[in-house]
């Protein structure tokens, strides 16, 4: 299975700045997404990941708000940008070989915004 | 989002028992249902998953039921283990597309 390292593991940031997190995966996988998780809740899906065109985001996640990149098979970064205190939860990347394929997550990055 | 509805949210089992955790999706379009295992700290872990042409599956000491014209599906785990403490949380997709993810349930199995 895919093993998913993410980067920064948790981080502590000021209102109103942005964080780029980084979604790196061992072997070449189709299909990347990023999840948001407050602490003791479930995953909310932000985004899918496209190699080489835009994101697509779901119904209220917005590009601005969290621009993703995708530059190969291998790596993602998700960016929170203008970050408030609504903002700190759990950010985690996921990943599978192909639609068929287990998906499977990183460990999370897990942001504070004071 | 929330198309995938799981109970209970917490689950208290004596060790060696049966836990068993419930989940209803609606999205008939739905064609994979897996299981993941989440300990704190950690991102969630596969642990189990199905496709709506079987009605069981089971591997080692987890076993996914699946009614499909009920749009049910459950995860009972034999013979329970202190181990197996962890946030248990269904999901429903179509090819990894789109998946959703139940509230999650708390196990605790106490020894």
Same mark, same amino acid.
């Given at each position: 299975s895919a093993v998913i390292s993410q980067k920064p593991s948790r981080d502590i940031c000021q209102r109103g700045t942005s964080l780029t997190i980084q979604c790196q995966v061992d072997s070449q996988v189709t299909m990347m997404f990023w999840y948001r998780q407050q602490p003791g809740q479930s995953l909310t899906l932000i985004a899918t990941a496209n190699q080489g065109s835009e994101a697509t985001y779901e119904s209220g996640f917005v590009i601005d708000k969290f621009p993703i990149s995708r530059p190969n098979l291998t790596f993602s970064t998700l960016t929170v940008s203008n970050?408030?205190?609504?903002?700190s939860s759990i950010y985690l990347c996921s990943a599978a070989g192909g639609p068929n394929s287990p998906l499977h997550f990183g460990n999370g990055t897990r942001l504070t915004v004071t | 989002q929330q198309q995938v509805k799981q109970s209970p949210q917490s689950l208290i089992v004596q060790k060696g028992g049966i836990s068993i955790i419930n989940c209803a999706y609606e999205n008939?379009?739905? *064609?994979y249902f897996p299981w993941y295992q989440q300990f704190p700290g950690k991102g969630p872990a596969l642990l189990i998953a199905i496709r709506p042409d079987v009605s069981e599956k089971k591997e080692g000491r987890f076993t996914i039921s699946f009614n499909k014209s009920a749009k049910q599906f459950s995860l009972h785990i034999m013979d329970?283990?202190?181990? *197996?403490s962890a946030t248990y949380f269904c999901a429903a997709g179509n090819n990894n597309n789109d998946m959703r993810f139940g509230a999650g349930t708390r196990l605790t199995v106490k020894p």
């Open positions: 970050m408030s205190p609504e903002d | 008939t379009a739905f *064609d329970s283990q202190p181990g *197996d």
